[in-house]
């Protein structure tokens, strides 16, 4: 069973707030928020940008076990790191699943990294979010993203994905040295 996900900042149902949609964004607001609370603005910032959820995983269906593939969704753009058709994904790809403060707790695919997921467990963001960094560069510097690791679906089946099974790097604790020393030096 393949595995997609999406988040749908344009057609999301949340009543949109133009004030917030203005207002600079509150520090550390994923701290005292939950998933519900956050406005439309909130809520997509909250996207790292990783795009794990954009690459199909694998369940086995007697164990419930899930593995990951290095093999991305036909529409996702491996050097942007994004999805290459976002306003029309839907007509090609039906199973991508919109994530929601409801379904997010439900999502057991979604990578244990998914900003959503650490805010849906109490959990706080890793230096590399863009919220914390404020670099949307860190994700990728940390190992945490995707970006231009995958190769497409195209016209794989089942045993070869299965051949594509991968373990993904484990993200950096901490910054970089250079990161650190460009930030002591405001570069
Ligand atoms: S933070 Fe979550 S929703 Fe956003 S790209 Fe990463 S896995 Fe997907
Ligand atoms: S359709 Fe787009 S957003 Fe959905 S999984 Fe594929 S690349 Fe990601």
């Known amino acids: 069973m393949t595995k997609t996900t999406l988040l749908d900042y ?12 203005v207002a600079p964004l509150e520090d550390g607001y994923w701290r005292r928020k939950t998933l519900t609370e956050m406005n439309e603005r ?7 940008r990783c795009s794990k959820c954009c690459v199909i995983s694998i369940e086995d269906a007697d164990t419930g076990t899930l593995y990951l593939t290095d093999v991305s969704c036909k529409l996702f753009d491996a050097k942007s ?23 997010v707790p439900k999502l057991d695919w979604l990578p244990q990294t ?3 997921r650490l805010v849906s467990e ?18 990728h510097i940390a190992q945490a993203s ?16 299965i051949k594509r099974i991968t373990q993904w790097p484990v993200p950096l604790e901490k910054p970089p040295k250079a990161l650190r020393n460009r930030k002591r030096s405001g570069t």
């Open 10 to 21: 344009h057609n999301s149902r949340r009543k949109r707030d133009a004030q917030a949609d």
């Open 81 to 103: 790191c994004g999805c290459s058709n976002y306003e029309n994904r839907k007509q090609y790809v039906h199973d991508c699943v919109k994530l929601t403060p409801k379904n």
């Open 146 to 161: 995707v970006r231009n690791k995958t190769r497409p679906e195209g016209r794989l089946k089942m045993a070869g994905l």
């Open 42 to 48: 909130e809520w997509e910032a909250l996207c790292d």
């Open 114 to 116: 998914c900003a959503y």
């Open 122 to 139: 109490g959990k706080d963001l890793f230096w590399w979010h863009p919220l914390i960094s404020g670099d949307s560069e860190t994700v």
